[in-house]
């Protein structure tokens, strides 16, 4: 139904950058609803208000793993391997485990909170962030058969169409004054209508009358053997938040929440580009040949990292003109530091995904694990000493660790290392940048990230250059 693409029918080159710049549109577009509609959250929700939701969106992330535990990658790994007539009912079978499991999450979460007694607006916002969650889950299977096919559109489609519900949903409760709640219940029926809308898109996929209900053996063994690294990847995601729920106020959680949300569009960014390299490398290995441009799409990725973040940092001086005018100079700083972290997060996913389709597709869970270690010792000895400055710390030592370690793993799988030399000198021109968020006033922090943008938007226009004459090179001629 949406296969647009088959094999490498593209040129790699081309392809590449085209997929990769539209999930990468696609996902920091959404973000960038969230982030226009920041300011106006500032106006009805405190920064206690913010803590809760922060809380709330933790028990997002951890839904979102536990609903497939891990087997909507493996569609996309494995979707061309498997044999076309066993396709729908193999689909069918991962989908129907994957709504019984969530729905008996569902049920075990409601009595979990009930022993814990959790009740009144903490009660209603936590479950909509754990209903959220898992229908993010169970949306990535059907989007998973749409990014391997390259049905770009139809993935633009569900995510864009999710998105705008959420927001406007979140804004309409949250006017109505129904708190941190509003802020989640926007978020899960947003998640849940995009899910739905998902499932139905792709129904002629599905072969219900043969579904397995026991599946394949090469499905399960791939799974168990990614699933460590996605469950690190996503402790990683949610551990800062958790620590400083435990040795903080909620209030300063809701700050670092908040700063955090002014960096996801980097990871977004990151993951865009990401989601665009992994179906393509499923189809180049499908037609026995795997995309050899992983350094210059790397390098693609990170001018496009920092130029967006520059952007971003310039961006925090919104927050002077809301109430939360007070917090705006801890927040600059903040920020700062978390845009260090998320693009060393972002090399070190990218590289994951090249272990994946290495012979050793083990070796990112050792990469994610190494990761998720030291940032659990660097938040267990900073946050509780320097707060949230000190749970963005351990963000940016536990990331370095991570793109070491990947580094190491990839030299060890492919021989080759010469790329990441470049990158490392790409991320540190990004250093007068945070040097600026804690040093200098307003206005000279102002002129040091429009300097940098400037900078960072030429060399980025030089490398697509440099993709597009790729491109033509890899066309076939008449």
């Not at 019984?100 to 979460?109: K, P, R």
């Not at 169409?161 to 029926?189: F, S």
Request: hydrophobic share 55%; aromatic share 12%.
């Amino acid at each position: 139904m949406f296969d647009e693409l088959n094999g490498s029918a593209a040129p790699a080159a081309r392809t590449l950058v085209s997929e990769g710049a539209l999930y990468a549109i696609v996902d920091v577009a959404q973000q960038a609803l969230a982030l226009v509609s920041l300011p106006i959250f500032f106006f009805f929700l405190t920064p206690d208000d913010f803590g809760l939701i922060t809380i709330a969106l933790v028990l997002t992330q951890v839904g979102l793993t536990l609903s497939t535990l891990g087997l909507d990658f493996s569609v996309m790994r494995l979707y061309y391997k498997w044999p076309a007539s066993e396709r729908g009912g193999i689909l069918a079978g991962v989908t129907l485990f994957s709504v019984g499991w969530s729905l008996l999450l569902v049920f075990g979460a409601h009595v979990v909170f009930g022993v814990g007694g959790v009740g009144g607006r903490a009660y209603w916002a936590m479950s909509a962030g754990w209903w959220a969650g898992l229908a993010l889950g169970l949306r990535g299977v059907p989007l998973s058969v749409v990014r391997v096919q390259g049905a770009m559109r139809a993935y633009a489609v569900f995510v864009l169409g999710g998105a705008v519900t959420q927001v406007v949903l979140q804004i309409v409760l949250v006017v109505e004054r129904l708190g941190p709640a509003g802020y989640m219940l926007g978020y899960a029926v947003g998640a849940g209508a995009s899910a739905l809308v998902a499932l139905y898109a792709i129904r002629r996929e599905y072969t219900w009358a043969g579904a397995f209900w026991k599946l394949p053996r090469d499905t399960v063994s791939f799974t168990a053997r990614v699933l460590p690294s996605i469950l690190f990847a996503r402790a990683v995601a949610v551990s800062d938040r958790v620590v400083l729920a435990q040795w903080s106020s909620q209030e300063t959680l809701g700050v670092y929440g908040a700063a955090s949300r002014f960096t996801t569009p980097i990871k977004f960014l990151s993951g865009g580009f990401k989601l665009a390299l992994a179906p393509l490398m499923s189809r180049q290995e499908h037609s026995g040949t795997l995309d050899a441009e992983f350094g210059r799409l790397s390098q693609f990725l990170v001018l496009g990292m920092l130029l967006v973040g520059a952007l971003v940092a310039a961006g925090t001086w919104l927050v002077q003109l809301t109430p939360w005018a007070d917090n705006s100079r801890d927040m600059q700083r903040l920020v700062g530091l978390l845009l260090v972290a998320q693009f060393l997060s972002g090399l070190m996913f990218l590289g994951q995904v090249r272990l994946y389709y290495s012979p050793r597709p083990g070796s990112a869970s050792i990469a994610a694990g190494i990761n998720a270690a030291v940032l659990f010792g660097g938040l267990m000895w900073l946050v509780p000493r320097t707060g949230a400055t000190g749970a963005a710390l351990a963000g940016v030592i536990s990331g370095a660790a991570g793109l070491v370690a990947v580094i190491a793993l990839a030299f060890l799988a492919t021989g080759r290392v010469r790329e990441w030399y470049r990158l490392l000198l790409l991320l540190g021109t990004f250093l007068p940048c945070v040097a600026g968020a804690w040093l200098l006033q307003r206005s000279g922090q102002m002129a040091v990230f429009l300097v940098s943008a400037t900078a960072y938007a030429a060399a980025l226009f030089i490398s697509a250059r440099a993709f597009k004459r790729a491109a033509l090179q890899e066309t076939p001629g008449p």
